[in-house]
């Protein structure tokens, strides 16, 4: 062998022996040496190049960042004895590496520990609850439109007829409540990881509560068109009485108007003929007596009158 093709062996050598030597750790992830399956030292956390024994040690590398644990959707009871889907998702961070890699190695076995500690929670915590408390996150009375909807009106009801707006929100204090049980039971297992917080993602109802909840819903707005319903009849028959009692007194009125201008007509007509027969008097007895004949006398009757009649004094005079 050439002393050119040996100078090539050493430096292939000499660079496979410095790469076996060195690792890289990021920004963002922090390493732990482990030789012969042992960790040696502390976890190394600054950024940059470093150098191992070759062959003999190994680097496993472990994220500095906030990491994210989803959780599978359940179904889970609740202290009413309704049934929901919960969806969970939470955000951890590896506290220390060594401790972390002597309990459960990776991110692997640190999602698979979380799974049986977060599930474990949430499902035990939130089947003491009934479903209203878990739902809603406020007291907050609930509305609709510019009306509050009484606790009677309310969708979702307790055991016993309890409205849920009798029942406080515990959404929030449920979900901080589990953040805290599960902080402490990871400090008590000393894992090395660290729950930053949890929070509930999706909750559903399953379809046996959607159906009754839709049920109360559809019954609740039937209560309240009913409501407006009578209401509506009731003004109606309001403002029906005011216009009856409005035009009544508007026939009334007329009414009283109309008997002022015929007695006003009916007095003027006999001012009229007071004046008139005034003049002739005698006429006047004549027109009288005439009408009476008319109303009095016809073709199939027969009148007896006594030659002194003042009624016959015309009668008489006839030539």
Do not use: C
């Amino acid at each position: 062998m050439s002393r050119g093709a040996v100078v090539v062996v050493v430096l292939i050598l000499a660079l496979l022996a410095f790469a076996g030597a060195t690792y890289t750790v990021p920004e963002w992830q922090q390493a732990i040496v482990v030789q012969l399956g042992s960790p040696v030292g502390a976890p190394v956390t600054q950024a940059g190049l470093h150098f191992k024994l070759p062959l003999i040690q190994k680097v496993h590398l472990f994220d500095k960042r906030v990491l994210q644990w989803d959780g599978e959707p359940e179904v889970i009871p609740t202290k009413d004895s309704k049934f929901i889907y919960v969806d969970t998702f939470a955000r951890w961070r590896v506290s220390d590496a060594l401790t972390m890699y002597k309990k459960v190695v990776d991110e692997s076995g640190a999602q698979g520990r979380l799974d049986d500690i977060l599930d474990g929670l949430v499902r035990d915590t939130l089947s003491e609850h009934s479903l209203p408390e878990i739902v809603r996150s406020s007291d907050r009375k609930m509305e609709l439109g510019e009306e509050a909807i009484s606790a009677a009106d309310s969708p979702v009801m307790v055991e016993g007829g309890q409205a849920e707006t009798d029942v406080p929100g515990l959404r929030d204090q449920l979900t901080e409540q589990i953040t805290q049980e599960a902080q402490k039971k990871l400090a008590d297992l000393n894992l090395g990881i660290q729950l930053v917080d949890l929070e509930i993602k999706r909750l559903a109802y399953t379809d046996k509560v959607l159906q009754k909840v839709y049920d109360r819903m559809i019954s609740q707005q039937l209560r309240i068109a009913e409501k407006y319903r009578a209401q509506g009849q009731g003004k109606k028959a309001e403002i029906a009485g005011q216009v009856t009692e409005e035009s009544k007194r508007i026939q009334s009125e007329a009414y009283r108007k109309a008997q002022e201008i015929l007695g006003a007509g009916e007095g003027e007509a006999t001012r009229i003929y007071a004046e008139a027969y005034q003049q002739d008097p005698e006429f006047y007895r004549l027109l009288e007596t005439l009408k009476t004949y008319k109303g009095s006398l016809d073709d199939r009757g027969v009148l007896l009158l006594s030659t002194d009649s003042e009624l016959f004094r015309y009668l008489k005079t006839l030539q």
